[in-house]
């Protein structure tokens, strides 16, 4: 295929994704789950407003959000999710209400008996009782009785009440995390409504808003025949996809032979002053790597020991949903510093062209992310330790959601560093744009994944405070799923491939075809599968239909990825002076590995529908969670590091057994945590989702039964391997500036 035509496949491809993407994010918000003004009693006795729900929102967000449990599938695994909590606790107190009111106990009425009260259950908490005229819902008088006593249990497990001590240690949840009465009222206000909208049938339909999310069958919630239509056709879908792609290679697997350099053409590059820079970036990265690794044990470990770390009162300085916040928000900042950084170090290799202050701007930029590093983590602390008011956490604090907990000022800054990194990018980039050479081509494809980065970040600023939850999700979603998985993903592609051109190893001609085919394959699915994230998020059928069906081809150009990382393995050793880079070249190859299995393998394991019905927020989800962003970013964040940082010491031999040891610690590390620990608790969980419900699935009572307490302790091995792993990069990272990651000068053609 020609790249004519491969550019105007990867136009069209954009362009209509992105079209219908859009399109049914304004569906979701047609659609949307109202808000009602206010919520009251059958005699019409207020019992909260729509701005105790919005209020009740932020309240949430300020002690860590998706942090300490779930909203609709989606937070954290050590506490519960509280939509499917309170369903369940508010089921159990209405049947005995509804009973009461005829005079019977129903725990003492026969089985036949309270079957006939579930259905009267059913009728009454699935029935919609939004009066758009007057703007309420109207809560029965069983229901009202469930909010009123669930509004004192919370408050008792969020605030102080002595009786629920061991089960905030159970659930990480440290005393008095909400120490205002009125903030506790709210945030009640909160739970009832979300919980509202995962029981409520959609006007003229018999699914709830959520899709009958959470799985419970005391209150009639079970899949739906579209849960089960478009997993299978994801299915069919996939098995299509996957054989016309190995026909594509079939067809265009030949490649012209390279004639290999005779000696490493990179050796006598010229690095430039603003090249030299960068490796500042790779020593933050090394720090971040650190810190974010500390933050990983505490969180592992509060889920045996919720309150305290060994028996230190940790939970007093430290809470798990600081802790975990940490370890996620530092694992996106190392990884993403990395690829900036690798970015700012080829920008002037590939053109040749130093602009004026580069050293500057790339100094300043360094500044700049110290600063957003350093300062959003402080509020994040701040946020939770509830020293801020709710306003002021939104915009300095901890915003709550996933993957995105800075706050908005935060936010903004790291939007600017990254427009600043464009910026640098461009201006040493115009003189290789300006070439009409065979190289322009996937230059302008490393230029517009640039962009890309730089702007799609900014989706994460198209929500606001109290902004609805199904909207935000959508946004959130944008900046997790297309800036974290999608764009970042072509940009590190087309970074590879420059490398290994530069390097004589590719002829540019068939890395351009590649990487542009390989792009187009990947947002085909990638970009309107963002839906997949949005099944039960408040979202119209119309969005699982696609994120089913597109979901599915994100797994398509995975099948192949043994070739790559077959082809990789031998460029390895195709040539004696190769092997200075063997283990950035490793790296590449362990990410293809960790692509296919966490990516593809357990990434697909949980994107169907009726799978994720059972698995959302499960510890499955952890699973895909480590070996996609760990596994496949993670890793392939420290081959670029290893790129540079050879580059940047072109004339020494390294200390490979330190990197030996540094790289297989952390890819057994990681597979032996994840498959002795993570991935059969979630099995586990699994076989209780269905069996049991949901809820059961994420409860105290479950979760801290014996069999899954010694799982938890099984992922000591693994972390202490990964750990290892981890310090002694760092100690190789280290041991470059003071010389013991250094063996002597490399000869000619070595």
Avoid at 131 to 157: H, W
Wanted: aromatic letters at 14%; charged letters at 15%; glycine letters at 8%.
């Amino acid at each position: 295929m020609t790249v004519r035509k491969l550019w105007i496949g990867l136009a069209l491809t954009l362009i209509c994704s992105f079209a219908v993407l859009i399109f049914f994010g304004t569906d979701i918000y047609r659609k949307l789950p109202p808000i009602p003004g206010k919520v009251v009693d059958e005699t019409g006795n207020i019992l909260f407003t729509g701005q105790d729900i919005k209020d009740g929102q932020n309240v949430w967000q300020s002690i860590g959000g998706q942090t300490v449990g779930s909203i609709w599938g989606h937070g954290s695994y050590i506490a519960p999710d509280w939509t499917a909590d309170y369903l369940h606790r508010e089921a159990e107190i209405m049947l005995k209400e509804i009973a009461a009111a005829d005079g019977k106990v129903y725990a003492q009425l026969p089985a036949d008996e309270q079957a006939l009260y579930k259905e009267r259950l059913k009728e009454n908490i699935r029935r919609n009782t939004f009066n758009e005229a007057q703007n309420s819902i109207v809560f029965s008088a069983a229901r009202t009785k469930a909010f009123q006593q669930l509004s004192g249990y919370y408050a008792g497990l969020f605030m102080t009440d002595p009786q629920f001590n061991t089960l905030r240690g159970q659930y990480a949840i440290p005393e008095a995390t909400i120490k205002d009465p009125e903030r506790m009222r709210k945030m009640n206000a909160f739970f009832a409504w979300t919980t509202w909208v995962c029981i409520t049938e959609r006007p003229g339909s018999n699914i709830t808003y959520t899709n009958n999310w959470p799985g419970d069958e005391t209150v009639g919630n079970a899949p739906g025949a579209a849960l089960h239509l478009w997993s299978g056709f994801s299915i069919l879908l996939l098995l299509s996809g996957v054989a016309l792609l190995i026909l594509y290679h079939a067809k265009n697997k030949d490649e012209e032979a390279v004639a290999l350099p005779a000696a490493d053409p990179l050796r006598d590059s010229p690095v430039t002053p603003s090249m030299k820079a960068t490796l500042k970036y790779f020593w933050i990265v090394s720090i971040l790597i650190l810190v974010q690794m500390a933050a990983g044990v505490v969180t592992a470990h509060y889920g045996v020991e919720g309150s305290a770390f060994y028996g230190l009162p940790l939970d007093k300085f430290l809470p798990a949903s600081v802790s975990r916040s940490w370890h996620v928000q530092l694992a996106i900042f190392w990884i993403a510093t990395s690829w900036l950084a690798t970015g700012l170090y080829i920008a002037p290799a590939v053109s040749g062209y130093e602009p004026p202050l580069q050293r500057l701007g790339v100094n300043v930029l360094f500044g700049a992310l110290v600063v957003v590093v350093g300062g959003s983590l402080v509020g994040q602390w701040l946020g939770v330790m509830q020293k801020l008011g709710l306003v002021e956490n939104f915009y300095w604090g901890h915003q709550g959601y996933e993957y995105i907990e800075l706050g908005r000022i935060w936010q903004i800054l790291l939007l600017a560093g990254l427009v600043i990194w464009l910026v640098l990018m461009l201006r040493a980039l115009l003189p290789a744009l300006r070439r009409r050479d065979e190289s322009r081509h996937l230059l302008t494809l490393f230029v517009i994944a640039s962009i890309a980065i730089a702007v799609f970040y900014a989706a994460g600023l198209m929500y606001g405070r109290q902004t609805h939850m199904a909207i935000a999700e959508y946004w959130r979603w944008w900046v997790v799923h297309l800036w974290v998985e999608g764009f970042f993903e072509v940009f590190a592609t087309v970074v590879a491939a420059f490398l290994f051109c530069r390097l004589g190893l590719l002829h540019i001609k068939y890395a351009t075809t590649g990487v542009l085919f390989s792009t187009i394959v990947f947002l085909a699915g990638g970009i309107i599968g963002t839906f997949h994230h949005l099944y039960f998020s408040a979202t119209p059928t119309a969005v699982l239909a696609l994120g089913a069906t597109f979901s599915a081809l994100e797994i398509v150009p995975l099948v192949l990825i043994g070739f790559e990382a077959y082809h990789n393995y031998t460029l390895s050793r195709s040539t004696n002076w190769i092997k200075a880079y063997k283990w950035p070249i490793y790296c590449f190859i362990a990410m293809c590995f960790w692509n296919f299995l966490g990516a593809g393998i357990f990434g697909f394991a949980i994107n169907p529908p009726i799978a994720l019905y059972y698995i959302q927020g499960l510890n499955t989800t952890a699973v895909h969670g480590h070996t996609a962003l760990f596994g496949v970013y993670g890793i392939l964040g420290i081959g670029l590091m290893l790129f540079v940082l050879r580059g940047l010491y072109p004339h020494k031999h390294w200390n490979d057994k330190l990197l030996a040891w540094s790289f297989w610690s952390i890819n057994i590390g990681l597979l032996v945590m994840v498959t002795i620990s993570i991935l059969p608790m979630g099995i586990l969980q699994v076989i209780a989702s269905i069996q049991h419900g949901y809820w059961y699935a994420r409860s105290a009572a479950f979760m801290h039964t014996d069999t899954m307490q010694l799982l938890r302790w099984l992922r000591v091995p693994g972390d202490i391997i990964l750990a290892l792993g981890e310090v002694l990069l760092v100690l190789f990272v280290v041991g470059l500036k003071t010389g013991w990651s250094l063996k002597g000068e490399r000869a000619e053609g070595m």
